[in-house]
């Protein structure tokens, strides 16, 4: 029963910002990593950024240097800050989480149903 919902996807002006966040609610464990990916019409779902449970972060080369990720690990909330924002970074953003419901079970992925971030003049 656990879900993950985002919020933030808007329309902006190329070199703008926009800040997605998501949030886990339900029955939670345990979250391991958290992240976001994304998917443009015709291309292959992609990993944006991601911030495991020591707080490490990875980012793809395309985003790095303008999107900035965050996580609140005492409200199950992670954020991605972008800026400087480009006609390339629009896309379907889609939050993604390993959670586990249960001491005794693994961790499995958890996906939210995507907001749209749309980049044009």
């Known amino acids: 029963q656990v879900q993950l919902v985002e919020s933030g996807g808007d329309v902006v002006q190329p070199g703008g910002s926009l800040r997605l966040s998501c949030a886990a609610s339900?029955?939670?464990?345990?979250?391991?990593?958290m992240g976001w990916f994304r998917q443009a019409p015709g291309k292959q779902r992609e990993l944006v950024a991601r911030?495991?449970?020591?707080?490490?972060?990875m980012y793809a080369d395309s985003v790095t240097g303008r999107f900035a990720i965050s996580r609140d690990y005492a409200r199950n909330r992670v954020h991605l800050q972008m800026t400087s924002l480009k006609s390339e970074d629009t896309a379907a953003y889609y939050c993604?989480?390993?959670?586990?419901?249960?001491?005794?079970?693994?961790?499995?992925?958890?996906w939210g149903p995507g907001t749209q971030v749309t980049v044009s003049s």
């Open positions: 993604r989480s390993q959670i586990t419901t249960s001491v005794h079970r693994g961790y499995t992925p958890s």
């Open positions: 339900g029955r939670i464990f345990s979250i391991n990593s």
């Open positions: 911030v495991g449970n020591t707080s490490n972060i």
